[in-house]
C-alpha cells in the first residue's frame, strides 16, 4: 500500500496552473509536516514547499509568491497551488510526510510546462 498518493499532475503552457494533491492515512498526515519536493532530469531533488502540522509554510525563494502549500486536516490532504507557471517548473513532484518516527515519500507526479 502506498502511503502517499498524489495526483493533478499535467502538461500546461507557460503561465498557465496547476494544483497538485497528495493523500495519506489520517495516522501518518497527523503530527506530520507534508512537503513537496522535485526533481527535474538530471538534478537532484529539490524542496519546494513545507507546511507544518499547525500551518506554518515555509518555500524555496524560486516559488515564492507563485506556489502556494495547504493542508486539509479533516481529509489528510496536502495541496500545492501553483500559478505563473515556468518552463523550469518542469519535474517530477513528490509529496513527503516527515514525523519523529518516519520519512515518507510519495511515487510522483510529472509536472510539464511547455514555453
Known amino acids: 500500500q502506498v502511503p502517499l498518493v498524489e495526483s493533478g499532475g499535467g502538461l500546461v503552457q507557460a503561465g498557465g496552473s496547476l494544483r497538485l494533491s497528495c493523500a495519506t492515512s489520517?495516522?501518518?498526515?497527523?503530527?506530520?509536516?507534508m512537503g513537496w519536493y522535485r526533481q527535474a532530469p538530471g538534478k537532484q531533488r529539490e524542496l519546494v514547499a513545507t507546511i507544518t502540522s499547525i500551518g506554518s509554510a515555509n518555500y524555496a525563494d524560486s516559488v515564492k509568491g507563485r506556489f502556494t502549500i495547504s493542508r486539509d486536516n479533516d481529509k489528510s490532504t496536502v495541496y500545492l497551488q501553483m500559478v505563473s507557471l515556468k518552463p523550469e517548473d518542469t519535474a517530477v513532484y513528490y509529496c513527503?510526510?516527515?514525523?519523529?518516527?518516519?520519512?515518507?515519500w510519495g511515487q510522483g507526479t510529472q509536472v510539464t510546462v511547455s514555453s
Open positions: 513527503n510526510a516527515l514525523n519523529v518516527y518516519k520519512n515518507y
Open positions: 489520517g495516522s501518518i498526515f497527523k503530527g506530520s509536516r
